[in-house]
């Protein structure tokens, strides 16, 4: 049995620990400034994925406490071709960024903000995230490039986990995951235009804020699509903090969410092989055939970061909570698997 957060409350205790649990919406209430940890474990990001069955774009703004980024990436994972592959690194950021502190009530994230410390001008880079009741306006102007995308949820559901580490009790994860988002609009150059149409695009948020030791490594996979008409969507992983009172599994179908305890992730021996993904009740049997690695290093000083993110199609059942099986087919999404040294 996992705990389900029902009732409003703090992220963090007096002590700074996690209340540790899982719930379908913003139930609690996270306050950067009662975290006890150093500022530069302090982690905290917006990360927003825009794809279709072939093409994929990624927007971030995010810190690491002692390192911020900023950064956009655009590729056809259909036929390996990357477009574009920008970031912007921000040394010493801390708390500058002023990241929001609900992922679900409307507010604006802009980089750069007036005064916003070790800004390199000359990048002429402007990123703005704004949430509304209804919509979210992505947009993005970068060295000749022009993206604006509009997000519309489809579930009211959402998967948020508030987990503890076990390597110290200060450590937390914080994370709202919001999927079965429609995606519609563009990434322009002076001389190409890429599209995204709501009729097959989806969007993704994944919105994360922590304390985290400095050595992890974690699997996640996401995804949303239409069976038969209604949109379907799962989020699953593990490896973000200690699992036991609560896991990041769970479906989305038609409007509801339906929870799953702990998921297994087999790969085989090379990251190309079929990934398969099951969980302990018997109600998960999905495989993602890949037909793309976007693999990414960062290696700098003592941060050491590799990550595969597969793309490619799931196939297999998923049952509801009701015990209604669902025929899961050619769902293009990911899944990944990252170790990080941060």
């Known amino acids: 049995m996992e705990r389900e957060l029902l009732q409003s409350g703090p992220v963090l205790d007096k002590k700074g620990r996690p209340f540790p649990g899982f719930s379908r919406k913003s139930t609690l209430i996270y306050h950067r400034s009662a975290i006890k940890a150093p500022p530069w474990r302090v982690k905290e990001w917006d990360f927003y994925q825009i794809s279709n069955d072939h093409l994929c774009l990624q927007l971030t703004i995010g810190h690491a406490g002692y390192a911020g980024q900023v950064s956009l990436m655009l590729f056809d994972f259909q036929k390996g071709k990357k477009y574009f592959d920008l970031c912007q690194t921000i040394p010493l950021p801390f708390g500058s960024f002023h990241m929001p502190e609900n992922a679900e009530k409307p507010h604006t994230l802009t980089y750069p903000r007036p005064g916003f410390p070790n800004v390199d001008k000359k990048a002429g880079v402007f990123m703005s995230f704004d949430v509304t009741a209804g919509r979210r306006t992505l947009t993005c ?39 079965c988002m429609t995606a519609e609009g563009f990434v322009r150059t002076p001389k190409h235009e890429w599209k995204f149409d709501k009729k097959d695009s989806f969007g993704i948020l994944d919105w994360g804020r922590g304390v985290w030791p400095f050595h992890n490594e974690w699997y996640w996979s996401n995804g949303s699509g239409y069976l038969d008409g209604e949109m379907f969507g799962f989020n699953l992983g593990c490896g973000f903090g200690n699992t036991d009172i609560a896991s990041e599994n769970m479906l989305f179908y038609n409007g509801k969410s339906h929870k799953l305890g702990k998921v297994t992730f087999t790969l085989g021996n090379d990251y190309m092989e079929p990934w398969h993904f099951t969980d302990d009740e018997g109600r998960l049997d999905l495989w993602l055939t890949p037909v793309y690695d976007r693999e990414t290093k960062i290696k700098l000083l003592w941060v050491d970061n590799h990550c595969h993110q597969m793309f490619g199609s799931f196939s297999g059942t998923a049952v509801l909570d009701d015990g209604t099986s669902l025929n899961v087919k050619n769902v293009i999404s990911f899944a990944e698997h990252a170790v990080n040294n941060w």
């Open 141 to 179: 102007r970068w060295r000749g490039l022009e993206a604006v995308i509009y997000l519309e949820r489809q579930n009211p559901d959402s998967l948020v986990i508030n987990l503890p580490f076990d390597e110290y009790e200060q450590a937390f994860y914080y994370n709202h995951k919001i999927n």
